[in-house]
């Protein structure tokens, strides 16, 4: 007996919809309202050390989302081969009916574990998106002083050269 379950690739095609919906929800917000008083040093070491980790993050799910898309790609190629040898099977074979069902049993376990690593890839991007609002809110509208911000980029460079052996 043969069977399929869905389609992985409208499943696919469905998380992915989803993911770029959400991913662009962290751009639609308001902008915060200007606080008014200049940031101090401290705070200003801190905003930069967010803006920091905004772009590790950002890179990191970018490269997650590459990732996940590729894994689509791959389990959707296997479905549609699936679909083209599904008339080669020998119906009169048992081990050919087997052959072909435990090929499916796999891309389904495939689809299964794609989707869970789906919603852990849209976690993260909702996680990077919390990490944004706070950021713009603490730190995109505050002024701060030029000098500060010197200081603070002549303190990282010479704590990246002592750091190094």
Do not use: W
């Not at 399929?4 to 308001?30: E, W």
């Not at 950021?135 to 030029?146: D, F, G, I, M, N």
């Amino acid at each position: 007996m043969l069977h399929t379950r869905i389609s992985c690739r409208s499943l696919c095609t469905f998380v992915l919809a989803c993911l770029a919906l959400t991913a662009g929800a962290a751009f639609a917000a308001d902008p915060p309202k200007p606080k008014g008083n200049n940031l101090s040093r401290d705070e200003l070491r801190v905003c930069m050390a967010q803006k920091d980790e905004i772009e590790t993050r950002r890179l990191a799910y970018e490269r997650d989302v590459k990732a996940h898309e590729a894994a689509a790609q791959a389990i959707s190629k296997e479905t549609d081969e699936i679909n083209a040898s599904k008339d080669l099977v020998d119906t009169k074979d048992p081990k050919s009916i087997t052959a072909f069902n435990e090929r499916i049993a796999a891309r389904n376990q495939a689809g299964e574990a794609h989707n869970a690593r789906a919603q852990a890839v849209n976690a993260s991007g909702v996680e990077l998106q919390g990490f944004q609002k706070r950021y713009l809110e603490a730190c995109s509208e505050r002024p701060y002083l030029v000098g500060d911000r010197e200081a603070i980029l002549k303190e990282r460079a010479a704590a990246s050269t002592t750091a190094k052996p």
